[in-house]
């Protein structure tokens, strides 16, 4: 009965909030760092396609 009147969390649901959140905030933290490396990576990749594209251009522009 005395369980029944007791209000607030528990001390074992205290740590299981606290490990999901760092959980949480782990797995957040991957994805953004996911995201942003992708992006970096396709941005990267434009430029090194854009600076091999203005090369060939300006050598095929000389020769004609």
Request: hydrophobic fraction near 70%.
């Amino acid at each position: 009965m005395a369980d029944d009147e007791r209000t607030g969390l528990s001390g074992f649901d205290a740590v299981l909030l606290v490990g999901a959140g760092v959980v949480a905030v782990l797995v957040a933290f991957a994805v953004f760092d996911f995201i942003a490396g992708l992006i970096w990576f396709v941005i990267k990749a434009a430029l090194v396609v854009a600076v091999i594209g203005g090369v060939l251009w300006f050598l095929f522009r000389r020769r004609s």
